[in-house]
């Protein structure tokens, strides 16, 4: 099973969008410290934590990882960190998911063309 298969993938681009494209735990943003983002369960899946934005925030993998399943407000450095997480994951994603699956559309679409130009006789 693929590490993406669990979430659409406009649903993650909303996400890593309504989170401003950066890590909340450390605040590295994406191609700014970061070469790639993740998504970090509040409450972790094996705690029986859902796939719902509210319980989905941005993260570096190198956040995710030193994370683990520890509680995440005695994860947070301090409570900026934790107003912080509270108030992106309150945000709706409803619009930004419209917008996301637009983006995606055209990227398929674009490497679709450019595979064709590419490959086709």
């Known amino acids: 099973m693929s590490s993406t298969s669990w979430i659409n993938?406009?649903?993650r681009l909303a996400i890593y969008d309504r989170d401003d494209f950066k890590c909340l735990w450390c605040g590295k943003r994406l191609f700014i410290g970061i070469d790639r983002l993740s998504l970090d369960h509040l409450k972790p899946r094996t705690k029986n934590g859902k796939h719902h934005e509210s319980n989905l925030i941005t993260s570096c993998e190198s956040c995710n990882s030193s994370r683990?399943?520890?509680?995440w407000k005695k994860f947070a450095a301090n409570n900026d960190v934790i107003a912080k997480i509270?108030?992106?994951?309150?945000r709706s994603i409803k619009s930004r998911r419209k917008f996301a699956k637009k983006v995606i559309e055209a990227a398929d679409s674009w490497e679709e063309s450019l595979l064709?130009?590419?490959y086709d006789d």
């Open 9 to 11: 993938r406009d649903k």
């Open 68 to 71: 683990q399943d520890k509680p």
């Open 86 to 90: 509270n108030k992106h994951r309150r």
């Open 116 to 118: 064709s130009a590419l």
